[in-house]
């Protein structure tokens, strides 16, 4: 791996790690569809700037392909965003009633879950999946279960956000070799902004003056979390090993933990700290290639 990809992909984990401040902070002004949907909004049209970038001198496709890609581009988007919707939506409610590092770590159990929903896709699943499994539920167990044997309701929340963030990854592994990956993010940050718009409207009391009050957390977890770091995820990957960009991605769960400490003085439990470890643990075990697969890709 070059220097420059793993500072693109380290500094895509930092932002995406301290985002979960962001939108802690945000909810100190903001109800969680109002906050999402104007972050999503913000983070579309971030985005555009980089599809002009990214288009710059490309020439015309035919115009078959062009119209099944536009196709793909259409249902790609609206389903992607639909699960993004559903996937931040639990994650903003969850932010209000635990903490963001907590929150990013719990978030994370999604890049254990996507080999295990890749069974329904009839992919192979080796030994170290499971294994990673087995230790990512054990250090849940330590994260979010209280010595008296209950869990908190924003960790159920955010908990389910990751297994809707499961399926949206799938879904995005799917679509993305078949369209532009910057389009189909520009997309779904477009749709998940409007879905969010009746539910902020029936179901809280959006305030322009709040949405002033909460610029920097609004522009930093759209502008900064949505447009940017995405873009620096792509250009990040270009031909990198998948499974060691994931690991270097997998470290936003540290920096959401340091950024809640550092930033907001959040404190972690003894048993927390454990479940922390055991999680990042697992991440890492989940994302390590098989020596087989590793050398089929040298």
Same mark, same amino acid.
Not at 81 to 93: E, M, N, P, V
Not at 184 to 210: D, R, T, W, Y
């Given at each position: 791996?070059?220097?420059?990809?793993?500072?693109? $992909?380290?500094? =895509?984990?930092?932002?995406?790690?301290?985002?979960?401040?962001?939108?802690?902070?945000?909810?100190?002004?903001?109800? %969680?569809?109002? @906050?999402?949907?104007?972050? !999503?909004?913000?983070?579309?049209?971030?985005?555009?700037?980089?599809?002009?970038?990214?288009?710059?001198? #490309?020439?015309?496709?035919?115009?078959?392909?062009?119209?099944?890609?536009?196709?793909?581009?259409?249902?790609?988007?609206?389903? !992607?965003?639909?699960?993004?919707?559903?996937?931040?939506?639990?994650? /903003?409610?969850?932010?209000?009633?635990?903490?963001?590092?907590?929150?990013?770590?719990?978030?994370? @159990?999604?890049?254990?879950?996507? %080999?295990?929903?890749?069974?329904?896709?009839?992919?192979? *699943?080796?030994?170290?999946?499971? =294994?990673?499994?087995?230790?990512? $539920?054990?250090?849940?167990?330590?994260? !979010?279960?209280?010595?008296? @044997?209950?869990?908190?309701?924003?960790?159920?929340?955010?908990?389910?956000?990751?297994?809707?963030?499961?399926?949206? &990854?799938?879904?995005?592994?799917?679509?993305?070799? #078949?369209?532009?990956?910057?389009?189909?993010? !520009?997309?779904?940050?477009?749709?998940?902004?409007?879905?969010? &718009?009746? @539910?902020?409207? *029936?179901?809280?009391? %959006?305030?322009?003056?709040?949405?002033?009050?909460?610029?920097?957390?609004?522009?930093?977890?759209?502008?900064?979390?949505?447009?940017?770091?995405?873009?620096?995820?792509?250009?990040?990957?270009?031909?990198?090993? %998948?499974?060691?960009?994931?690991?270097?991605?997998?470290?936003?769960?540290?920096?959401?933990?340091?950024?809640?400490?550092?930033?907001?003085?959040?404190?972690?439990?003894?048993?927390?700290?454990?479940?922390?470890?055991?999680?990042?643990?697992?991440?890492?075990?989940? /994302? *390590?290639?098989?020596? #087989?697969?590793?050398?089929? =890709?040298?």
């Amino acid at each position: 791996m070059r220097p420059k990809n793993a500072c693109m $992909l380290l500094l =895509t984990a930092f932002i995406w790690g301290t985002a979960f401040v962001a939108q802690s902070v945000g909810m100190d002004y903001l109800e %969680p569809f109002t @906050f999402n949907g104007v972050r !999503c909004l913000i983070g579309a049209i971030a985005l555009l700037p980089c599809i002009w970038f990214f288009n710059r001198g #490309k020439e015309k496709e035919n115009k078959i392909n062009d119209e099944n890609a536009k196709r793909d581009l259409i249902k790609g988007g609206i389903a !992607c965003g639909i699960l993004l919707f559903a996937a931040s939506s639990l994650q /903003q409610i969850g932010l209000v009633y635990t903490a963001a590092g907590k929150a990013g770590f719990i978030t994370a @159990f999604y890049i254990v879950l996507v %080999p295990v929903f890749g069974i329904f896709l009839h992919k192979n *699943i080796g030994w170290k999946v499971w =294994t990673a499994v087995a230790i990512a $539920l054990a250090g849940l167990y330590f994260l !979010c279960i209280t010595e008296a @044997f209950t869990i908190g309701v924003g960790d159920i929340y955010v908990l389910l956000c990751a297994l809707i963030f499961s399926v949206h &990854i799938l879904v995005v592994d799917h679509y993305a070799p #078949k369209v532009d990956g910057v389009k189909l993010s !520009c997309i779904q940050f477009l749709v998940a902004g409007i879905v969010s &718009i009746p @539910f902020m409207l *029936i179901l809280e009391s %959006p305030k322009m003056g709040n949405m002033m009050t909460s610029w920097f957390p609004l522009i930093y977890a759209g502008v900064f979390s949505c447009g940017i770091a995405y873009t620096l995820q792509i250009l990040g990957q270009k031909n990198v090993n %998948p499974a060691i960009a994931s690991l270097i991605l997998s470290l936003e769960s540290c920096f959401s933990v340091l950024s809640g400490w550092v930033i907001l003085g959040e404190r972690l439990s003894a048993r927390e700290t454990i479940g922390c470890i055991m999680m990042f643990a697992a991440i890492i075990l989940a /994302q *390590i290639p098989d020596k #087989k697969s590793s050398a089929d =890709t040298n």
